[in-house]
């Protein structure tokens, strides 16, 4: 639970809410947020390792714990791909797996006790972490303007140059020089809006969750002597049921952008 500050609640969340930039970083969105990075980067790498680990020692018989939920994951990863997208898999298929769980990864930071890692970090004269990469709007953003470059790529990849620029100023009035700039226009505004959908979703869900957590860590650590006690165990059962709780947005929110992912790019291969 958490060590209220002086400032009283809203000291506390404004300090949990603070990332950790460099000294000479930009502020707002252009701003280098070392904490979410690290977070993603170290989760990417655990991910990756566990995953290779358990392919080398993956044998053909009865499956041990490890390789059986790793294929449980890939054949549940496969058949979402398999459902909405019926061309070659070889690269999506890995792409949804790595995007569901390391988005999963990341969103599953958020049950960490609220000062757990700023408590840590402290220790090491780090005044401000978050750790949920998933509640920091900049990398949402910048993992949805990834899925981004790839629904171009593969509009171009599947329609060629010709094919595609020929979509975008027929699609969906029709060929008809009059309707070229009303369809260019529309289908600008519905591109752009895939990258935002899928950035604004995800961030507004796990930042909300991250909220009542500091709300829930804030509240109940006020009061001193038996109120205080009393306070402490009503925020006990409170982060544990919200905990209990969030573990389903969590999941969900992961499988959303990996369904999304897979639609869009799916979305690209298909000619009007």
């Known amino acids: 639970m958490a060590s209220e500050p002086q400032g009283g609640l809203t000291e506390y969340i404004q300090h949990h809410l603070t990332h950790l930039t460099p000294h000479a970083s930009k502020s707002g969105f ?46 549940f990863v496969d058949g979402q791909v398999k459902d909405v997208f019926h061309g070659d898999r070889r690269i999506l298929g890995p792409l949804a797996l790595t995007v569901f769980l390391w988005v999963f990864l990341m969103n599953a930071m958020d049950l960490l006790p609220v000062d757990l890692l700023p408590w840590i970090t402290e220790k090491f004269g780090v005044g401000h972490f978050r750790a949920v990469p998933t509640a920091d709007i900049n990398m949402t953003f910048a993992m949805s303007l990834t899925v981004f470059v790839l629904i171009i790529f593969y509009s171009f990849k599947a329609k060629g140059f010709g094919g595609y620029m020929h979509e975008l100023f027929t699609a969906p009035f029709g060929a008809h020089p009059a309707l070229w700039i009303p369809n260019f226009l529309l289908n600008v505004v519905e591109l752009l809006s895939k990258p935002v959908s899928l950035a604004m979703r995800l961030f507004g869900n796990m930042y909300a969750g991250e909220l009542v957590f500091m709300l829930i860590a804030g509240l109940f650590s006020a009061g001193a002597g038996l109120a205080g006690w009393a ?42």
């Open 231 to 272: 306070l402490y165990g009503a925020g006990i059962i409170g982060y544990t049921v919200w905990g209990i709780f969030h573990i389903l947005i969590i999941g969900i929110q992961a499988f959303i952008f990996m369904v999304l992912t897979i639609v869009y790019i799916s979305m690209a291969h298909d000619h009007h």
């Open 30 to 75: 252009w701003a280098v947020h070392i904490d979410s990075i690290t977070i993603s980067l170290v989760l990417g790498v655990l991910f990756c390792l566990l995953f290779w680990l358990k392919a080398r020692k993956a044998t053909a018989g009865v499956p041990g714990r490890g390789q059986a939920f790793v294929e449980i994951v890939l054949e």
